[in-house]
């Protein structure tokens, strides 16, 4: 019975150990990121960036369309800061008296819209009240579309 034990327990012990062995591998081959989890990862970190201020771990190749991207809406949004709202075409004052003035005005509006610039042409009258030798805005309003 002994001449079978010592060879019966180191098989036991061998497949207990492969067993193990197995289970570990199979462990550590699932546990990495799924490639679509990753990929994922990486649309959601460049999406936002900001790309003065974080360092990516991508290489350069794999983030210049971004970062290109990036500074093409940067340069956008300054030529759309650097166009004016509103154009005064005309102004014209149809009532005046010591106390209260009205001033009819026709304004261009510019906005950007769909992607290219919209123009919108609005007459207004701005009724006017004199206090302390300053004139005073008491109200705003719109005639028309011209």
Known sequence: VFRWALPL???????ISLTIYYLDY???????IPPLNAAADFYQ???????????TTAPDSLTNDFKLAA???LEMITALLSQPIFEVERMQVTAETEKRATVEADLIWWEWSA???????VRERLCFRKQKNKWRLLKRSELSEY
């Open 9 to 15: 327990g180191l098989v036991v012990v061998l497949i």
């Open 71 to 73: 500074r093409r809406r």
């Open 26 to 32: 199979k462990k550590n081959l699932n546990s990495g």
């Open 45 to 55: 970190t460049m999406e936002r960036v900001d790309f003065q201020t974080i360092e």
């Open 115 to 121: 992607g290219s610039w919209e123009r919108r042409l």
